[in-house]
T-cell receptor, first 114, second 116 residues
Framework: DTAVSQTPKYLVTQMGNDKSIKCEQNLGHDTMYWYKQDSKKFLKIMFSYNNKELIINETVPNRFSPKSPDKAHLNLHINSLELGDSAVYFC?????????????FGPGTRLTVL | AQKITQTQPGMFVQEKEAVTLDCTYDTSDPSYGLFWYKQPSSGEMIFLIYQGSYDQQNATEGRYSLNFQKARKSANLVISASQLGDSAMYFCAMREGISGYSTLTFGKGTMLLVSP
């Protein structure tokens, strides 16, 4: 049983294109996140959503637009892709107020912009 | 200043030996949580262990234990009886604040290689 799933796992595209990455969690969590891992393996928060509402936007270019149709899904749409967007994007989720509030991560989507 | 510092870019250990991965943190918030994640070559992020700032005892999860020294602001991960499958990148992370919507701040990671 997959807890946090992402599609696609790999995404190769040309500069200037628009692409989306989908994330779904079946853990019943109410908060979801997008993280970006760069080529040096550094992980940084991009967005967090709680019950479909945007909570945190960490100075991400507005070419990135997260969308949460319901609390189990958080998709990431990227417009006008640039070379610097090449990275691994991780979705994560947590249940707020459960003590540790451990974030569980999806398998990641490796985006390559040519 | 970095909030999470992992000073060991790489570590080598022989199978069945114990290894300690270092992590120091910086926060002025009295309430925080410290996490360790493992990222194998397949790329997924696997949660290993959690320590809350008010926890009196060091956290343990199977072969993993967290050596929490609050005054030194360190949260080192100890892996006992290393296995070949432990070869991976290990990330220390911190959540500041009691809970809620705080996000994780990650260190740069330590690559652990376990040799036969």
């Amino acid at each position: 049983d997959t807890a946090v799933s992402q599609t696609p796992k790999y995404l190769v595209t040309q500069m200037g294109n628009d692409k989306s990455i989908k994330c779904e969690q079946n853990l019943g969590h109410d908060t979801m996140y997008w993280y970006k891992q760069d080529s040096k393996k550094f992980l940084k928060i991009m967005f967090s959503y709680n019950n479909k509402e945007l909570i945190i936007n960490e100075t991400v270019p507005n070419r990135f637009s997260p969308k949460s149709p319901d609390k189990a899904h958080l998709n990431l749409h990227i417009n006008s892709l640039e070379l610097g967007d090449s990275a691994v994007y991780f979705c994560a989720s947590t249940a707020i107020g459960t003590g540790a509030d451990t974030q569980y991560f999806g398998p990641g989507t490796r985006l390559t912009v040519l | 200043a970095q909030k999470i510092t992992q000073t060991q870019p790489g570590m080598f250990v022989q199978e069945k030996e114990a290894v300690t991965l270092d992590c120091t943190y910086d926060t002025s918030d009295p309430s925080y949580g410290l996490f360790w994640y493992k990222q194998p070559s397949s790329g997924e992020m696997i949660f290993l262990i959690y320590q809350g700032s008010y926890d009196q005892q060091n956290a343990t999860e199977g072969r993993y234990s967290l050596n929490f020294q609050k005054a030194r602001k360190s949260a080192n991960l100890v892996i006992s009886a290393s296995q070949l499958g432990d070869s991976a990148m290990y990330f220390c992370a911190m959540r500041e604040g009691i809970s809620g919507y705080s996000t994780l701040t990650f260190g740069k990671g330590t690559m652990l290689l376990v040799s036969p």
